[in-house]
């Protein structure tokens, strides 16, 4: 599990938009989607995952993008097209899909990447659509072998504080004002790993 800081302010696609999009992170996402291809690409010259159609066989990882704003599925839709990724399954239902989190509910793939989209300029925003933890689980619930978070750590820990009802229905044990993303950044920086997206751009 990786998160990579992007600090680039999020911006509208359009005038009049409630959606939001951020460059940074289309661009981060697509530059791993292609590292991660060119890798399953070159395990399938070294014969390390196996394709044979005839025998109904194919080892390739499956791949998606989710994002937290319509607009920014969009955004990376047009970044990747004319690209084929041929490192990743073709399989019906495991093919390469960009789309929202609400589009991905009951759905998952091998690898994972998570658009959070979010950083506004100014200090007047509303940051209620990140915030609903039905939707945090599914975003980040979704990778079978590998999740990459895309998001500004700095906004995301200052924005993210919820009230997390407790699962089991016990309102005793619910968190009040619990910051969330905090909480799972500084557990992806202990377990995982955290970067910059100039570690991925190479800027």
Known sequence: IYFIDCDQKESSAYEGSTSKINEQEAEV????LKALNAACEEQIASHKIRIDKAKGVDERLSAGVICTYGDQAGLIKKK???????G????????LIIS?????????????IVSMVRNPSGSRYDAEFIKKFERINVALSRARKLLVILGS???LTEAGVIDLPDLSGNSALDK???????DIIQTIDFRGRVLRASDILGE
Do not use: C, H, M, P
């Open 80 to 86: 990747r097209k004319y690209q084929k990724f041929n």
């Open 29 to 32: 996402a697509i530059t791993l």
């Open 100 to 112: 929202t989190v609400d589009d991905f509910q009951g759905d998952e793939r091998d690898i994972i």
């Open 88 to 95: 990743f399954s073709e399989k019906q239902d495991e093919r």
């Open 176 to 182: 009040k004002n619990f910051q969330v993303f905090r």
């Open 153 to 155: 750590r700095k906004f």
